[in-house]
């Protein structure tokens, strides 16, 4: 059976790549993308199958294809397909409890993958070209409509209960990666489509406001998981502030702030708070560094003592915060080189602080 669909998938592949931007084949192309999904379904039943995931890889090079003859338009197979993989994420969940997802992501959201989320929507991205003829068109159209598509489909996901799985790491890289792509366009716009650009940041700032929904206080994630999205947060509200995308940077230090709150909810532990904490005020001095003071009182502003922690127990918490602001004082005077595994926000405050020496 296993090389019976295995064929099935390859067949269904090739019909869906072999699609001419003249002809319309509407109807074939939801009929083969129904047949994936129903291989991609079959698979869970299945111990050991090996056919689940080259099914959903071609749904996604589908969606690749469509972007690359027609970019995105309201009957976008990329639409169709995350609306059709998100229900998959609980079975997902349970094959990774199982023993099954030893190595494996899942292709939506494997960043290596050349038809992951965030390649999809950076496809779309480098289609961004404002129209000669009219110039008054928002040249993000198409790309803000593709984003949208992509950030309901996380929001969809946050009402999953990933159970402390990988399966929640992967789906936030993936958004992070998401996000980055927005980053690229702010920072390198295509000529002529600069004062369009609110509506990209607004886009942003949707989207990673849904990091802490995926981090719910009725759950205990693993401790790294949440510090590693607070990395990547902090990475990316420094850049927001040193290119003057300051309201960005601000939402960046609100989400890590909620993160800790999310963090203490259920069972509050000193150092995972304190690490929290940590991100928050190396994004202060970060603002420092740059000159943006008031930025920098708002970011410490959010560094609050969670509800869920009583006044017995807030001074242990004030201890391992002073131990992580310490141990930060320390990575700052000896660190040499950036973590090659993650985001660092404090390489990035690093060479803030070693610019501003120089420049002195």
């Known amino acids: 059976m296993g090389d019976a669909a295995l064929a099935a998938v390859r067949g269904f592949q090739t019909i869906l790549l072999n699609q001419k931007k003249d002809v319309d084949t509407t109807d074939l192309e939801a009929q083969s993308l129904e047949s994936l999904l129903m291989l991609a379904k079959a698979s869970y039943i299945k111990p050991d199958a090996v056919w689940g995931f080259p099914a959903i890889q071609a749904m996604l090079l589908a969606a690749r294809h469509d972007i690359e003859m027609h970019g995105y338009s309201n009957r976008s197979t990329l639409k ?67 984003a949208e598509d992509v950030r309901n489909h996380y929001l969809e996901l946050s009402t999953t209960d ?47 406001s849904l990091v802490p929904s995926l981090f719910p206080e009725t759950t205990e994630p693993h401790r790294f998981h949440a510090t590693e999205a607070a990395d990547s947060l902090a990475c990316l509200g420094i850049s927001m502030l040193e290119h003057g995308w300051i309201k960005t940077a601000q939402s960046c230090a609100s989400i890590i702030g909620a993160l800790a709150i999310n963090s203490a909810a259920l069972r509050p532990d000193p150092y995972v708070l304190a690490d929290l904490h940590q991100r928050l005020e190396v994004l202060a001095r970060a603002a420092v560094a740059l000159g943006r003071l008031q930025a920098a009182i708002d970011i410490r502003a959010v560094i609050q003592r969670p509800a869920t922690v009583s006044d017995d127990h807030w001074p242990h918490f004030l201890e391992a915060r002073q131990t992580r602001l310490s ?26 602080l070693n610019r501003g020496a120089c420049t002195s």
């Open 80 to 146: 169709a397909v995350l609306e059709s993989v998100r229900p998959l994420a609980p079975l997902e969940i349970a094959m990774e409890k199982a023993g099954k997802r030893t190595l494996q992501v899942f292709p939506p959201y494997h960043v290596s993958f050349e038809a992951s989320i965030p390649a999809l929507l950076e496809m779309v991205a480098h289609q961004v070209r404002v129209d000669a003829e009219r110039p008054f068109n928002n040249p993000f159209d198409e790309f803000l409509e593709a």
């Open 162 to 208: 990933f159970e402390n799985t990988l399966a929640r790491k992967w789906v936030v890289e993936s958004l992070i990666m998401v996000a980055w792509v927005h980053w690229t366009l702010l920072m390198q716009p295509p000529a002529g489509s600069e004062n369009h650009l609110d509506g990209v940041e607004e886009s942003l700032r949707s989207l990673i």
């Open 327 to 352: 141990q930060l004082d320390r990575s700052l005077r000896e660190r040499q080189r950036p973590s090659r595994l993650r985001d660092d926000p404090i390489w990035e405050l690093q060479r803030l």
